[in-house]
């Protein structure tokens, strides 16, 4: 069973920053793509980052300049780095594992930034 474990979420005042870690299974193969989504109440899950095992990354619009994905020492693990924080980021963050063809998420953890 692959399980991917968040953790880093909280509560952030506008401004400020956190960073999110996510565990994936340690069998975790070596082409993958791991990142981060979220979904706010009454909206639809969006992409925040996603990272490559090649190192190559892509960002949702409404975080770029702000979020910085990465990798740990450790092939399953990602990171995301998250300045400058809004209130329009408050959301549930997901991590997200693809590899061999199938989709793997996380529980989720909360970011609320208040204002």
């Known amino acids: 069973q692959v399980q991917l474990v968040e953790s880093g979420g909280g509560l952030v005042q506008a401004g400020g920053s956190l960073n999110l870690s996510c565990v994936g299974p340690?069998?975790?193969?070596?082409?993958?793509?791991m990142g981060w989504f979220r979904q706010a109440p009454g909206k639809q899950r969006e992409l925040v980052a996603t990272i490559t095992s090649g190192a190559s990354r892509d960002y949702g619009d409404s975080v770029k300049g702000r979020f910085t994905i990465s990798r740990g020492a450790a092939r399953n693990m990602v990171y995301l780095q998250m300045n400058s924080l809004l209130p329009e980021d408050t959301a549930v963050y997901y991590c997200?594992?693809?590899?061999?063809?199938?989709?793997?998420w996380g529980q989720g953890t909360q970011v609320t930034v208040s204002s």
């Open positions: 340690e069998s975790i193969f070596v082409i993958n793509v």
């Open positions: 997200n594992l693809r590899q061999l063809g199938r989709e793997y």
